[in-house]
C-alpha cells in the first residue's frame, strides 16, 4: 500500500516541523507545493527525505477556487504514481489515528475509497514548544469543530471533488465511510494572541487586489467576540472547553 500527501504552503515555519515529523511516520511520499516562502519553511522542506518540493506560482495570495483547480490538476498524477491513497491536509491539520497505516489497509479491504474525519480545533496558547514529540503527544486538547470534518482522505483512481476549503464532497463515484475512521486535529485557534497573528496573516493575503475575499470573512480585523466562531476571543475562551481528544 502506498500513501501520498500533498500540500501547499506559504510562510508556515512554524508548523511545518509538526507537519512533516507527523506525516513521514506512514506517508511513502510527501509532494509540497511552496508559494516561495521566505520564512525557511522551503529549507525544511528541502532537506526532508520524503519531501518532493515544488513550486506554486500563485500571485492571488489565498484563493479558495485556484486551489481546488490545483488538485483537479495534480490528482491524476497520483493516479498514475501508483499510489493506494491520497490525503490533502493543510499544513496545520494532522490526520490522526492509533495506526492510520492499519486503518487505510482495512478501509481498502471493506471497499472504501473516501475515509471521512471527526474534525476537531486543538487548543492552547500558541503552538507548543518542540520537543522532539508529535504536536499531538505534547497537546491533545481540543474541541469538536464539525466543520473540519474534512474529507481529505480518498482513492486517487475515483472521480473526487470537493466545495471551496475542502470542507465537503462536490461529488465522489466511490464508496464513502459510513462513519468517521481518523481524526482530523486541526492547529489553528491556539488561544487569542495566536489567532490574531494568524487571522491578520490570512486577511493581508485574501486582501490582495485579485485575492479572495470570500475566503477573508472571519480574519478581518472587526471580527472579533466570544459567539464570533474563530476570532481570537472565540479561541481563547474555548480554551476553556478543550478535553483530549485522543481518549475518544
Request: charged letters at 25%; proline letters at 6%; a neutral charge.
Amino acid at each position: 500500500m502506498k500513501i501520498l500527501v500533498f500540500a501547499i504552503t506559504w510562510n508556515c515555519a512554524d508548523v511545518i516541523r509538526y507537519f512533516l515529523r507527523h506525516y513521514e511516520t506512514f506517508a511513502d511520499e510527501i509532494s509540497v507545493f511552496d508559494a516561495f516562502s521566505s520564512d525557511g519553511t522551503r529549507q525544511i522542506l528541502a532537506a526532508h527525505p520524503k519531501v518532493i518540493l515544488r513550486d506554486w506560482h500563485n500571485d492571488t495570495g489565498i484563493d479558495e477556487d485556484r486551489f481546488l483547480e490545483h488538485w483537479r490538476d495534480w490528482i491524476p498524477k497520483a493516479h498514475g504514481g501508483g499510489f493506494d491513497w491520497v490525503l490533502i491536509p493543510d499544513p496545520d491539520e494532522m490526520i490522526y489515528g492509533p495506526d492510520v497505516r492499519a486503518t487505510l489497509t482495512g478501509a481498502m479491504t471493506d471497499g472504501i475509497d473516501v475515509v471521512h474525519t471527526d474534525g476537531y480545533n486543538m487548543m492552547g496558547d500558541g503552538l507548543p514548544k518542540d520537543d522532539g514529540r508529535q504536536i499531538w503527544q505534547i497537546n491533545p486538547m481540543g474541541v469538536r469543530a464539525p466543520v473540519y470534518s474534512k474529507p481529505v482522505v480518498f482513492n486517487p483512481k475515483i472521480e473526487i471533488d470537493w466545495n471551496r476549503g475542502k470542507h465537503a464532497l462536490g461529488k465522489c463515484s466511490g464508496v464513502q465511510s459510513p462513519k468517521p475512521l481518523l481524526k482530523l486535529l486541526h492547529y489553528r485557534y491556539m488561544g487569542y494572541a495566536y489567532t490574531a497573528a494568524k487571522n491578520a496573516k490570512n486577511y493581508a493575503r485574501c486582501g490582495l487586489q485579485s485575492g479572495d475575499k470570500g475566503a477573508a470573512w472571519s480574519c478581518s480585523p472587526g471580527y472579533n467576540g466570544v459567539n464570533k466562531e474563530h476570532s481570537p476571543m472565540w479561541a481563547e475562551a474555548a480554551r476553556k472547553l478543550a478535553f483530549n481528544v485522543l481518549e475518544i
